[in-house]
């Protein structure tokens, strides 16, 4: 699968490539670690390669979002809102009517083929939700995977106030989210990283220090065994080769493709660093112990 490259130097091969296309990505964390920063930097990423862009904003005035891109040094934004490429939309969030039709119809009239949509932030919508509020964010998220791929920004503290069920919604429903966090504890680790979850892609599981340059945007420093754990370990080809030769010589002719397949998927995911040979000597166990 050919995954959405996010624009965010240093975070697409801690995700694996990046996000699956059609999918929706929460990236979650207090006021000022550069959520705005971030949807921005991914929604330009994909207008510089001919994609489309609408951002919705709970904030900005296409105006403010003009003068945010200028301040960050990205002065191509305002060219792409003139030449209808980019969509820039100021919303206020009433209930839940207005989140599944409204928003959704808005979102689609600055829809092409090719879409990458911002919403900062979601949290309005969803702060003090019902059950029936719940519903229509679940219905939303599921037309906006429709539309194309999606970044939306969630407040931490105000989720936490409104109890667990309040922050779990939109974390579950989403097909990954990224913890931004300023902890303080010095010039290298002020800003952290975390990939939290990343529905069907093997992901960085640390704690990564980024940085916020003008020119730029957000930057994620990880370093060489970091990229390591992620990365693919080619090496182990053999192993797998040889589970599925025996595959091919024991499995009944109703399991062959489905087992094979299943190893050929995992040789080139592995990237644990020791070798697969007793997993896949439990797999064959398993899956033929019946047919030897």
């Known amino acids: 699968m050919k995954k959405v490259k996010t624009g965010i130097y240093g975070l697409d091969t801690l995700l694996g490539g990046g996000y699956r296309p059609g999918s929706v990505n929460a990236v979650l964390g ?70 599944v039709k409204d928003l959704i119809g808005m979102i689609e009239r600055g829809c092409g083929e090719k879409n990458r949509i911002v919403i900062d932030s ?22 906006l995977r429709y539309l194309g791929t999606s970044v939306v920004t969630l407040e931490e503290p105000f989720l936490n106030t409104g109890g667990f069920e309040n922050s779990a919604v939109p974390i579950l429903l989403s097909d990954s989210v990224i913890r931004l966090q300023n902890v303080g504890y010095g010039e290298l680790f002020s800003r ?9 892609s093997h992901h960085g599981e640390g704690i990564y220090p980024y940085y916020i340059e003008r020119g730029l945007g957000i930057v994620v420093e990880a370093s060489e065994s970091d990229i390591k754990q992620v990365m693919p370990k080619k090496e182990y080809s053999k192993e797998f080769k040889q589970a599925i030769d025996i595959v091919k010589k024991k499995a009944p002719e109703n ?3 489905i087992l094979i397949n299943r190893l050929e998927e995992s040789s080139t995911s592995w990237v644990r660093s020791e070798s ?6 439990y797999f064959l166990e398993s899956e033929l112990g019946d047919h030897e």
């Open 255 to 257: 399991l062959r493709e």
């Open 192 to 200: 952290t990283l975390r990939i939290v979850k990343h529905r069907g």
């Open 30 to 99: 207090t006021t000022g670690v550069g959520k705005t920063i971030y949807g921005i930097q991914y929604i330009l990423y994909g207008l510089n390669r001919g994609e489309n862009g609408v951002y919705i904003s709970v904030e900005m005035t296409e105006e403010d979002f003009i003068s945010e891109c200028e301040q960050m040094g990205w002065k191509e934004a305002e060219t792409y809102i003139e030449n209808n490429k980019l969509t820039v939309h100021q919303v206020y969030a009433e209930d839940t009517v207005f989140l």
């Open 122 to 143: 979601l949290t309005p919508f969803i702060f003090r939700s019902d059950t029936k509020r719940r519903k229509g964010i679940a219905e939303f998220f599921r037309k």
């Open 276 to 281: 697969p040979e007793d997993t896949l000597k």
